[in-house]
């Protein structure tokens, strides 16, 4: 049986198109949420919320982008 290391090196030669699939598939695979140690999913459970009643506290992906690399 190859180890994952193997396997990877392997998927790692596959065509993009076939890697993106691969991960597709072993993605889908997985539950919904594997952990939330950090409460992460509660978190953005709340900021959909927020959107959801306020639109307009969206920002735009310049707005975004400005904010990250002022």
Do not use: C, F, N, Y
Not at 30 to 39: G, N, Y
Not at 50 to 70: F, I, K, M, N, S
Request: proline share 6%; charged share 30%; net charge negative.
């Amino acid at each position: 049986m190859q180890t994952l290391s193997e396997i990877e090196l392997e998927a790692m030669k596959l065509p993009e198109a076939e890697r993106a699939g691969l991960a597709s598939r072993l993605l889908g695979s997985l539950p919904a949420v594997l952990s939330d140690s950090d409460d992460g999913v509660a978190e953005a459970l709340r900021r959909d919320a927020e959107l959801e009643r306020d639109p307009t506290a969206a920002l735009t992906l310049e707005q975004l982008r400005r904010g990250v690399h002022p």
